[in-house]
């Protein structure tokens, strides 16, 4: 007989499959998700106290007495004129902040004329600003009222002037505030914002945001937190178009018009309201709320008053230089003032560049009638002499010109080259010698180092 053979092992029970490193358990999912739950409820809850804070820093108490008072004293002033008065800007659409009572005043006219010269007759007291149509200004109690005659017009398309478009504007953004009341805090806490980080004004010497843009943006996001959330995230260019007008708003609106934030205006389909805001300031307005949404802070909502130690505290550089301008206006309005001041040091940037000088960081900023501007430079001074290029040698009677002009002239590649002594090897002088200069003076009343 054979031997029966050997029986063989117990077979091992199958092996489960290995686990995967990137399937945790259930439990830990759901204990990750709890804490992240927890921390975003703890964060919400420290921002909407810190918002809180500001709120209560920013918000009116309510409106001073005189404006009611003046409003009143032009709309009897009126009688008979087939006109009325009634407030406008932050005022109408209880959004202004907390000592910022600049009022605007729409003199509403049923019928086109001569409106400037019609209101005039009746404001023997105001001072008269010219512009697109000119608009008086007056001061009572420490506050400044800026009366504008404007066409009665309930559309865009019955517009003779663009100020007659304000009154739109507002009655747009009062209507969304009646809806959600809520919104005008949102909307102050926004304009505080961008006030604090220097981007808030459209004006020439600004080119920031204005407080319509603002108006529609928190209208749009929904809230103050979410339009910093939005803006933090925005793209180089950014397309809003808040009506829903077009199929295609980049496409619809002017290219002229064409910034990095396209906002179509509601009230005018065909505008851009946001084409004054530069990229420059488009670029600030998204770090700082980067900046708020990493660390929120109530500084965020402070404007620091800058001073020429903390500039050049702020700029310092290891091999260069601050130097620090103080620009002081002619008495003129405000904002031609200081678009003036802008020019003045703009062509200050230009001839320094022009003189071989390495600007590697500058900025300006004017605030209440005062300008303060800044320009850092490497310490180190220029070489004695610089080359210039001159005209090709085929040009024959300009190559002629160039070579008596200059006393060293080489030939190289078919063009003639000039090597020439400098006029400013240290900027200190050529700064001193541009403050002098007509395209300065005549724009700023004087220009120092500070």
Not at 45 to 65: N, Y
Request: hydrophobic share 40%; net charge positive.
């Amino acid at each position: 007989m054979r031997p029966a053979p050997p029986s063989a092992p117990p077979s091992a029970p199958p092996s489960a499959p290995p686990s995967s490193p990137s399937a945790p358990p259930r439990s830990s999912r759901r204990a990750r998700q709890q804490v992240n739950c927890r921390a975003r409820a703890q964060r919400n809850q420290q921002l909407r106290t810190l918002l809180s804070t500001v709120l209560k820093r920013i918000k009116p108490d309510g409106l001073p007495p005189v404006i009611e008072r003046v409003l009143a004293e032009l709309n009897e002033c009126l009688a008979g004129l087939d006109a009325r008065a009634t407030l406008g800007g932050s005022i109408a659409k209880n959004t202004f902040l907390k000592g910022d009572y600049d009022v605007d005043i729409f003199v509403r006219f049923a019928r086109d004329g001569a409106l400037s010269d019609t209101l005039a007759r009746v404001l023997p007291d105001a001072q008269r600003v010219h512009g697109s149509r000119d608009y008086f200004r007056l001061e009572r109690d420490g506050i400044t009222f800026e009366i504008v005659p404007v066409l009665d017009i309930s559309s865009s398309r019955d517009a003779k002037n663009v100020t007659d478009m304000s009154p739109l504007h507002v009655d747009y953004v009062v209507k969304h505030l009646a809806h959600k009341p809520s919104l005008a805090d949102e909307i102050r806490l926004a304009k505080q914002f961008c006030k604090a980080a220097r981007v808030y004004g459209a004006e020439s010497y600004i080119r920031g945001v204005s407080g319509h843009v603002l108006d529609l943006l928190v209208i749009h996001y929904g809230s103050f937190l979410s339009f910093i959330e939005a803006v933090a995230a925005w793209p180089d260019q950014v397309v809003i178009d808040p009506a829903r007008h077009h199929d295609d708003a980049r496409a619809a609106i002017d290219a002229m018009k064409h910034g990095p934030l396209i906002l179509v205006d509601p009230i005018q389909p065909e505008r851009n309201a946001a084409a004054a805001l530069s990229r420059e300031q488009f670029d600030r307005l998204r770090k700082a709320a980067q900046r708020f949404l990493a660390k929120p802070t109530p500084r965020a909502f402070t404007r620091i008053h800058l001073t020429p130690a903390l500039l050049k505290a702020r700029f310092a550089r290891q091999d260069h230089t601050v130097f620090v301008l103080a620009l002081e206006p002619r008495k003129e309005k405000d904002d031609v003032a200081a678009t003036k001041l802008l020019k003045a040091f703009t062509f200050i940037c230009t001839q320094i560049k022009h003189h071989g000088f390495t600007i590697t960081r500058s900025g300006w900023d004017y605030d209440a009638g005062r300008a303060l501007a800044w320009i850092v430079v490497p310490t180190q001074q220029l070489s004695a002499t610089v080359e210039w290029q001159g005209p090709p040698v085929t040009a024959r009677r300009d190559a002629q010109r160039f070579a008596k002009k200059h006393a060293r002239v080489v030939e190289r590649d078919g063009r003639l080259y000039a090597r020439v002594r400098r006029e400013y090897r240290r900027i200190r002088p050529l700064l001193k010698a541009l403050f002098s200069a007509p395209q300065v003076t005549s724009r700023a009343r004087r220009v120092t180092l500070v």
